[in-house]
């Protein structure tokens, strides 16, 4: 769970690249510092400044195999450590899986009010999948889709069982757009505010987003 939570959530805060250098060293002792960087999708640079900060701290011990290599072992406290970091991350997870039901839900209620029926979800990830968990099966709400809004990055023809677009426009008769990217809610906010109007953008509070532009004072 925390590696693939490192990987695939972009989870960069030091807890977590610690706990996904400790999990990846329990499972195979002889992993090498390059197969470590590339399980948790981080720097070789930055995957080493972790395994020595993990050495001072008396983590894990390193010993020397043959052909100059090194292997690397979790100590007692180590284990420790681990067991506390994944008690952590868990407690983490189960809180934010909480809230994001709650407030998607009363985002499905909101639009349900209004009869915005045909919603599409703007974001790939946990967000937008909680999104489609939490709809009431006798909601008069649908999710037509979801709006890929990685810059750059190649998005699945489909998620969660639903069309995975580029833009909005590639999906008909849209009443609402849900932010659902949790990386870059505010860009994404304000991208689908310039095209829709925005009362029908609609962003989970956990997101933070700023639904009023900066104000600019002149000196």
């Known amino acids: 769970m ?90 983490i997870s189960f809180n934010f899986f909480r809230s994001a039901r709650e407030q998607c839900a009363e985002l499905f209620e909101i639009c349900e009010t209004r009869r915005w029926n045909r919603v599409a979800l703007a974001g790939l ?6 999104a ?4 009431r099966e006798d909601s008069k709400v649908e999710i037509v889709g979801v709006i890929n809004t990685s810059v750059g990055r190649e998005a699945p023809t489909s998620f969660a069982g639903l069309p995975v677009v580029d833009r909005l426009t590639d999906l008909a008769k849209i009443n609402a757009v849900i932010v659902t990217d949790i990386q870059n809610a505010q860009r994404v906010f304000e991208v689908f505010v310039d095209a829709i109007p925005p009362d029908r953008v609609l962003t989970a509070p956990m997101l933070k987003v700023s639904r009023k532009p900066p104000v600019l004072t002149l000196d």
Do not use: H, M, W
Request: glycine residues 8%; hydrophobic residues 35%; aromatic residues 8%.
């Open 132 to 135: 489609t968990l939490c709809l």
């Open 125 to 130: 990830g946990d967000l937008a999948e909680i």
């Open 2 to 91: 925390a590696r693939s939570s490192s990987r695939n959530n972009g989870e960069t805060s030091p807890e977590a690249i610690t706990l996904g250098v400790l999990s990846v060293i329990e499972g195979d002792d002889r992993a090498t510092q390059r197969a470590i960087s590339k399980e948790l999708g981080i720097a070789l640079g930055l995957t080493n400044a972790y395994l020595k900060r993990c050495v001072r701290k008396g983590f894990i011990k390193v010993r020397q195999i043959p052909a100059n290599r090194y292997a690397y072992y979790l100590t007692p406290q180590g284990f420790a450590e681990k067991s506390r970091l994944t008690a952590e991350y868990l407690s």
